[in-house]
């Protein structure tokens, strides 16, 4: 079933089943945001954290994923059950919003209910990816994504802004915060249930479907998609360090810190949609590229005044241009059978990259300070955008031509 998007720049049909995932991600999305924008403040104002600390903890909510997406890819093409690991994710991270009651201000109780909460998103990203790409026709994957992460923006709007209010009803109870997170999740959840159609092809012989992590890293292209995509990870600041780096520029008040990330999710909302689509048209290379180009002028803006609407803006602007875009990239390169254990691949190496950049920036702010230490991931980024671009633009040797 197609339904026709009509207003947003999209001449073409989109399936249904990837307006229900936008909607359960949407929703999801709210209450995500509305715990990431209050946990950085949380955790360095309300509970004294070191940056050192938060660069840890910060690093652990990207990193724990690594294994998790792998296992829950790998299940879910064995079984031929996306639709059943992603809920299972979806239903862990709505269990830890409550979770976060429990930790108090320990650090260790907050790192375990962070991992699990990650352990949700790793079983649920791939499998969610791998029916978006099995949902809509090759050509117009980059739409299909497009289209789904600007639903998932709004969320991603919405949430901070729930979160402002509840923190200005409560006189800044963060419990509350919590609570509704909860609850918003579990709407999330039941939406998944009702509405999304699973993508069920035959299951492999016998029933199994070994991960094949060598034959995936095998092919040429998508070898060097995992790669480029690590080494841009590594490089790439935490949403959480460049709002506490404004929020430290800028002097804003920490009830005003929340709304920090609402810069950068109206800009992704705007435009996550025509970046899919130019990446259809004009090569997701291109788009994927030009979005780091994005995050370095952020870097670069940072260091200077520090402006307000463009540095958030950019950060928007290289989420539309690199998220879905990456796998509208990669969907095509994958066997229907191992489509979700190969989204889940690359995406393990870069939450991975993303852990250890985390780890890494949080010590060069305290080491050298935030500008200097800016300065060294972005010398950094330049250094990788290079060697990616080129990495993605090489030619391919087909084998045949090799034994000839």
Same mark, same amino acid.
């Given at each position: 079933?197609?339904?026709?998007?009509?207003?947003?720049?999209?001449?073409?049909?989109?399936?249904?089943?990837?307006?229900?995932?936008?909607?359960?991600?949407?929703?999801?999305?709210?209450?995500?945001?509305?715990?990431?924008?209050?946990?950085?403040?949380?955790? %360095?104002? #309300?509970?004294?954290?070191? $940056? *050192?600390? &938060? /660069? +840890? @903890?910060?690093?652990?909510?990207?990193?724990?994923? !690594?294994?998790?997406?792998?296992?829950?890819?790998?299940?879910?093409?064995?079984?031929?059950?996306?639709?059943?690991?992603?809920?299972?994710?979806?239903?862990?991270?709505?269990?830890?919003?409550?979770?976060?009651?429990?930790?108090?201000?320990?650090?260790?109780?907050?790192?375990?209910?962070?991992?699990?909460?990650?352990?949700?998103?790793?079983?649920?990203?791939?499998?969610?990816?791998?029916?978006?790409?099995?949902?809509?026709?090759?050509?117009?994957?980059?739409?299909?994504?497009?289209?789904?992460?600007?639903?998932?923006? %709004?969320? #991603?709007?919405?949430?901070? $802004? *729930?979160? &402002? /209010? +509840? @923190?200005?009803?409560?006189?800044?109870?963060?419990? !509350?915060?919590?609570?509704?997170?909860?609850?918003?999740?579990?709407?999330?959840?039941?939406?998944?249930?009702?509405?999304?159609?699973?993508?069920?092809?035959?299951?492999?012989?016998?029933?199994?479907?070994?991960?094949?992590?060598?034959?995936?890293?095998?092919?040429?292209?998508?070898?060097?998609?995992?790669?480029?995509?690590?080494?841009?990870?590594?490089?790439?600041?935490?949403?959480?360090?460049?709002?506490?780096?404004?929020?430290?520029?800028?002097?804003?008040?920490?009830?005003?810190?929340?709304?920090?990330?609402?810069?950068?999710?109206?800009?992704?909302?705007? $435009?996550?949609?025509?970046?899919?689509?130019?990446?259809?048209?004009?090569?997701?290379? !291109?788009?994927?590229?030009?979005?780091?180009?994005?995050?370095?002028?952020?870097?670069?803006?940072?260091?200077?005044?520090?402006?307000?609407?463009?540095?958030?803006?950019?950060?928007?602007?290289?989420?539309?241009?690199?998220?879905?875009?990456?796998?509208?990239?990669?969907?095509?390169?994958?066997?229907?059978?191992?489509?979700?254990?190969?989204?889940?691949?690359?995406?393990?190496?870069?939450?991975?990259?993303?852990?250890?950049?985390?780890?890494?920036?949080?010590?060069?702010?305290?080491?050298?300070?935030?500008?200097?230490?800016?300065?060294?991931?972005?010398?950094? $980024?330049?250094?990788?955008?290079?060697?990616?671009?080129?990495?993605?633009?090489?030619?391919?040797?087909?084998?045949?031509?090799?034994?000839?």
């Amino acid at each position: 079933m197609y339904i026709s998007i009509k207003g947003t720049g999209l001449a073409r049909s989109v399936p249904a089943n990837v307006l229900a995932l936008g909607l359960v991600s949407l929703v999801t999305d709210i209450s995500s945001e509305m715990v990431t924008a209050v946990l950085p403040l949380y955790l %360095v104002s #309300a509970l004294g954290l070191s $940056l *050192v600390q &938060f /660069g +840890v @903890l910060d690093g652990l909510y990207f990193g724990v994923t !690594a294994l998790v997406r792998l296992a829950g890819g790998h299940a879910a093409d064995r079984l031929a059950r996306r639709k059943l690991v992603a809920g299972v994710g979806y239903g862990l991270s709505a269990v830890c919003k409550l979770a976060l009651l429990a930790a108090g201000g320990s650090v260790a109780a907050l790192g375990a209910v962070m991992a699990a909460d990650r352990t949700g998103k790793g079983l649920r990203t791939a499998p969610r990816d791998a029916l978006i790409t099995l949902s809509a026709p090759a050509d117009r994957l980059g739409g299909a994504f497009g289209v789904h992460r600007a639903m998932d923006t %709004v969320g #991603a709007f919405l949430g901070p $802004l *729930v979160a &402002f /209010g +509840v @923190l200005t009803v409560t006189a800044g109870a963060y419990d !509350a915060v919590f609570v509704t997170s909860f609850c918003v999740a579990a709407l999330g959840v039941l939406l998944l249930v009702l509405y999304v159609r699973d993508r069920r092809g035959p299951l492999p012989p016998g029933g199994r479907g070994p991960l094949q992590l060598r034959t995936l890293l095998g092919q040429v292209r998508f070898r060097r998609l995992c790669l480029v995509a690590a080494a841009l990870g590594l490089v790439t600041v935490s949403d959480s360090f460049v709002y506490l780096m404004l929020q430290k520029r800028l002097a804003l008040a920490p009830e005003l810190f929340p709304l920090l990330p609402l810069g950068t999710a109206g800009a992704y909302l705007l $435009l996550a949609v025509p970046f899919g689509r130019l990446a259809d048209r004009y090569g997701r290379a !291109a788009v994927f590229a030009a979005g780091h180009v994005a995050l370095l002028a952020a870097y670069l803006l940072l260091m200077g005044p520090a402006w307000l609407v463009p540095v958030l803006a950019l950060h928007g602007a290289f989420y539309a241009a690199t998220d879905g875009v990456l796998m509208a990239l990669a969907g095509p390169l994958l066997p229907e059978e191992s489509r979700t254990s190969g989204l889940a691949l690359i995406q393990t190496g870069q939450a991975t990259a993303r852990m250890v950049s985390s780890m890494l920036f949080g010590a060069l702010w305290t080491v050298l300070g935030e500008t200097e230490g800016l300065a060294v991931m972005a010398a950094g $980024l330049v250094l990788s955008l290079a060697l990616a671009w080129r990495s993605l633009r090489a030619p391919v040797t087909a084998p045949s031509s090799r034994r000839r």
